[in-house]
């Protein structure tokens, strides 16, 4: 099933905390919603899942007006954080509990409950824990538990606030793969929240970057990372360095070196800031006449395969960061207080 968004907007007090949000996610589709704390993207699910109620827009699923429908009649699955299990059922019966409670009319048989518990435990790996209760399980396979519980009652649509934030960093790079492939296998459509950018990017189908209740930019992992389309995107998505500037006629002048962007060929001395992501720089010793922005190496540290290195600049406050293959980092072997010049390979220029 579908989901549409549409001009959604959502005040607390005079405090915006949606403004004018518009989304379409597929079915099938697995969505992330991204942004710092505070940007809107738990209650944009709230008002997705009917426990919310928007002040304008609408909510359709599958093309049909769902904003007056019910939460119960939405058919939506939940898995929040710290979303708690029964204490005092067990693992089969927290799973059985949505179908136990339907109308009676509707309710399965309990042979048919049985089978369902069990074809539920077996997709999230854990039918061996049907007998257990919440507090003997770990915090990852309660949160699986969790997610069987959504998954009883056929949900159409799976909605997932940082279901696994309160983890540690290893479970939680397992269960977001394990969350992939189980959202690739029930065909859903899937949105979840996260403030993780690498969970987000290694998880979704296409990723919502939101800042201060308004989307900034919808795309792929790949586009988003590579085509940031606002700073703020630039500034949210991995480390990034920034330049001033002023662009004229297709060249912004920073700090000495001057970098082409043709993309704003019409700019006539306009204030320009350059984004330029750590391992886009070509670094090389400092000779007379280089043509490059002129450093100081001031110190690095060596992390994995790459060599981070801290490039001072006279008169600047912020150092540059730079990443290089450590084998080019120990060719390079800079001293402190030794001059390198740098250019940027790639760069990005908003005009501010
Ligand atoms: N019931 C409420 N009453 C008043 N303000 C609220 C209420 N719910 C949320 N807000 C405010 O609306 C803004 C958006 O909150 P929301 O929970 O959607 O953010 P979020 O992006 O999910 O943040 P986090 O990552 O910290 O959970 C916040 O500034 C929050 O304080």
Known sequence: MSIEVRNL????????????????IESGELVALLGPSGCGKTTLLRIIAGLETADQGSVLFSGEDAT??????????????????FRHMTVFENVAFGLRVK??????????????????????????LSDRYPSQLSGGQRQRIALARALAVEPRVLLLDEPFGALDAKVRKELRRWLRRLHDELHVASVFVTHDQ????????????????????????????????????????????QFQGRAHGGVVDVEGY????????????????????????DVRRGAAGDEGIVTTFSRAYLSGPSAYLELVREGRE???EVEIPVSEFQQLNPQNGETLVIRPRNAQVFLT
Request: proline share 6%.
């Open 9 to 24: 907007s959502k005040a607390f007090g005079s405090f915006k905390a949606l403004d004018n949000i518009s989304l379409h």
């Open 68 to 85: 007056d429908v019910h939460v119960r009649e939405r058919q939506v699955g939940f898995v929040f954080q710290h979303y708690a299990l």
């Open 103 to 128: 109308p009676r009319s509707i309710r399965p048989s309990d042979a048919e409950i049985r089978e369902k518990v069990h074809r539920l435990l077996n997709l999230v790996q854990l039918d061996w």
């Open 198 to 241: 690498e969970e987000a990017l290694e998880v979704a189908d296409r990723v919502v970057l939101m800042n201060q209740g308004r989307i900034e930019q919808v795309g792929t992992p790949r586009e988003v990372w590579e085509r940031p389309a606002t700073p703020f995107v630039y500034g949210f998505l991995g480390d990034v360095n």
């Open 258 to 281: 001057a970098l082409q962007t043709p993309e704003h060929a019409s700019a006539q001395d306009a204030k320009a800031t350059a984004y330029v992501r750590p391992h886009e720089f």
């Open 318 to 320: 912020n150092p540059i």
